[in-house]
């Protein structure tokens, strides 16, 4: 089994590793979908590689071009490896009321970043989030799947800090 944190992973071992988490699909859900196959993929190696979608298309007996329609459809899918860390900015409704907006901006200032993404060096990534589920808390972030809630440009600058450099 391939360590799925190595970013230098080869392309046959994340073909192999993909056919087998394909076929432990099928075993726990024997209607597969190219969907199902996609977050399968994605659910365990937190990404979906190239050589995944050839498996899967492969597997589902679609085309590559079908394959890749419905993962590029769907905006949650990410075919890069991800950073070690990322931070998660709701700007939902009730967040957006509460503050959200300068949390974000004071988050991607510090990040150096203009909107969503991976910093350079991939240490840390910022999403946007229409709701982390949490909106009698917010303005709300989540660090590496960790909630933060009633968040100010301070608190949330101070979460990432600790995040970034761990005392
Ligand atoms: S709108 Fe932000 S947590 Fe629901």
Not at 38 to 45: F, K, S
Not at 81 to 98: A, D, I, K, R, S
Not at 116 to 128: A, N, Q, T
């Amino acid at each position: 089994m391939i360590d799925i944190n190595n970013k230098g992973n080869s392309s046959s071992d994340l073909r192999e590793v993909t056919r087998a988490l394909l076929q432990e699909h099928e075993n726990v859900a024997p209607r597969t979908t190219v969907l199902s196959c996609l977050l399968e993929v994605q659910e365990n190696l937190h990404y979906v590689p190239e050589e995944a979608i050839v498996e899967v298309a492969k597997y589902t007996g679609h085309s590559i071009n079908d394959v890749w329609g419905v993962a590029s459809f769907y905006t949650n899918f990410r075919f890069t490896p991800p950073p070690q860390h990322m931070v998660e900015v709701c700007w939902g409704p009730t967040c957006h009321l509460l503050g959200a907006m300068d949390v974000l901006v004071a988050i991607q200032t510090k990040l150096g970043l203009e909107g969503e993404g991976d910093v350079p060096d991939g240490v840390i990534g910022l999403k946007y989030n229409t709701c982390l589920g949490a909106c009698s808390q917010g303005p709300v972030i989540s660090v590496d799947e960790k909630i933060t809630g009633v968040v100010t440009v301070e608190t949330a600058l101070s979460v990432l800090e600790e995040t970034l450099n761990p005392s």
